[in-house]
């Protein structure tokens, strides 16, 4: 078992940058995979970047990629999204998630951190 922490959210304007971070304990030694979600109003939860816990592997959705950059720090147990060029569209309350070496898909998962991006 794991707590997801979020932080780091706000309103910013389109071009701005943002960090979240997502801070990560318990069960720690087991994770696999931590992964960034977001939820726009009205739409579907989607998928927006994942990274290894050990190693370096990131992977990005198509409308972030290039944008956006998953980084992790194990020292501090925190993942961070750190997004660029933000857009309004990018407007979504945004979550962490993570996988354990043992599921099959995301299991654990952080309250959420509003990102709202003004025109």
Known sequence: ???LVE???GLVQAGDSLRLSCAVSGRTFSMYVMGWFRQAPGK???FVGSIRWS???TYYAESV???FTISRDNAKNTVYLHMNSL???DTAVYYCAG???TQAQFGSWGQG???TVSS
Request: glycine letters at 16%; aromatic letters at 4%; zero cysteines.
């Open 7 to 9: 932080s780091g959210g």
């Open 1 to 3: 078992q794991v707590q």
């Open 65 to 67: 990629r290039g944008r």
């Open 113 to 115: 951190t509003q990102v």
């Open 87 to 89: 857009k309004p569209e």
């Open 99 to 101: 996988r354990m070496t």
């Open 44 to 46: 579907e939860r989607e």
């Open 55 to 57: 190693g370096s592997y």
